[in-house]
């Protein structure tokens, strides 16, 4: 059986609310959404039962999966309340959201170079043909 562990952190990154969605499966997942305005409890709740599956998570990385096994109530207590006091994202999670922007920015760099050449080569192309024209006369 897969269990899935999923860890959703909100933050205030000026000027919006953001939140930082972990996810632990197979390995290491994260993805970054932006809320806008502060979300309340019903919103959030809403958000990932309507959006979890529209939301586009960071490539896989091999990581230590998490243990499966029960944590007493008053330890996640302790654990809730330590990193709510922490205020961040996990050094983890920014890492891997780094990496995953790096990743998006050298494939949009690749795109539109690629884009830039084919604009070049037509116009190139027009420019001969005009050149073939000019030369036949009227």
Known sequence: MNTVKLKLTILFEE?????????????????????????????????????????????????????????????????????VKNKGIGTKAQQALKEELKTNKLQRKAFKKEKKELKEKIKFQLKQEKKKDKKRGH
Do not use: C, M, T
């Open 15 to 83: 000027p919006f609310w953001v939140g930082i969605l972990e996810k632990w499966d197979e390995n290491y997942k994260v993805a970054k959404v932006i809320f806008g305005s502060e979300p309340r409890d019903s919103e959030i709740y809403e958000f990932i039962l309507s959006k979890y599956y529209n939301i586009k998570f960071s490539i896989a990385k091999d990581e230590e999966i998490f243990s499966d096994k029960k944590i007493n109530p008053k330890r996640l207590q302790r654990k809730i309340k330590e990193e």
